[in-house]
T-cell receptor
Framework: GENVEQHPSTLSVQEGDSAVIKCTYSDSASNYFPWYKQELGKRPQLIIDIRSNVGEKKDQRIAVTLNKTAKHFSLHITETQPEDSAVYFCAAGAKEGGKLIFGQGTELSVKP | EAGVAQSPRYKIIEKRQSVAFWCNPISGHATLYWYQQILGQGPKLLIQFQNNGVVDDSQLPKDRFSAERLKGVDSTLKIQPAKLEDSAVYLC?????????????FGPGTRLTVL
């Protein structure tokens, strides 16, 4: 069935360093790949997304890359700050229906 | 604009009891989702509505879970009877339509504890 694998499950970095989270998906029909940030006890919030006709997208300190051949996409956060600490979820969605399959989450900790 | 509203925010029940959750999506959003998020895991889709029709309920445990969206706006999710493994946060989300270009907005969730 449809599946999204996310690694690592936990990630600890020093403030100012970069963080990379990787996801792979199984459904070749997937063509929409959002990333959500969820702070403790709060709702998931979209931080960036990418569609299958684009290989890379950047928004200030956040970038996402997509390799459709390998069914692999990654989130890159540069110049990390303590307020980046949260759980990050990747997801994959098909064009029709909008159903999202989520990864297991990565708990990012940015140490001052 | 107002976000997705959910109530209650917290609920504690004993196993075999019944419970219901309510969701009010963003005004004008035709697509509504219910997700179950178990502690330490990503959200898992339970059911998806398009207006008042069900699009996908393949992951809904239909022997105990039910959901409706009678007028195509608000939705309720019910569990009857509850089991210990139903302890989770139940997230409602909405989006403007079915196109992938539309962002999915989440509500604050209902944290259910089954004792």
């Amino acid at each position: 069935g449809e599946n999204v694998e996310q690694h690592p499950s936990t990630l600890s970095v020093q403030e100012g360093d970069s963080a990379v989270i990787k996801c792979t998906y199984s459904d070749s029909a997937s063509n929409y790949f959002p990333w959500y940030k969820q702070e403790l006890g709060k709702r998931p919030q979209l931080i960036i997304d990418i569609r299958s006709n684009v290989g890379e997208k950047k928004d200030q300190r956040i970038a996402v890359t997509l390799n459709k051949t390998a069914k692999h996409f990654s989130l890159h956060i540069t110049e990390t700050q303590p307020e980046d600490s949260a759980v990050y979820f990747c997801a994959a969605g098909a064009k029709e229906g909008g159903k999202l399959i989520f990864g297991q989450g990565t708990e990012l900790s940015v140490k001052p | 604009e107002a976000g997705v509203a959910q109530s209650p925010r917290y609920k504690i029940i004993e196993k075999r009891q019944s419970v219901a959750f309510w969701c009010n999506p963003i005004s004008g959003h035709a697509t509504l989702y219910w997700y179950q998020q178990i502690l330490g895991q990503g959200p898992k889709l339970l059911i998806q509505f398009q207006n008042n029709g069900v699009v996908d309920d393949s992951q809904l445990p239909k022997d105990r879970f039910s959901a409706e969206r009678l007028k195509g706006v608000d939705s309720t999710l019910k569990i009857q009877p509850a089991k210990l493994e139903d302890s989770a946060v139940y997230l409602c989300a909405s989006r403007l339509g079915l196109a992938a270009a539309n962002e999915q907005f989440f509500g604050p969730g209902t944290r259910l504890t089954v004792l």
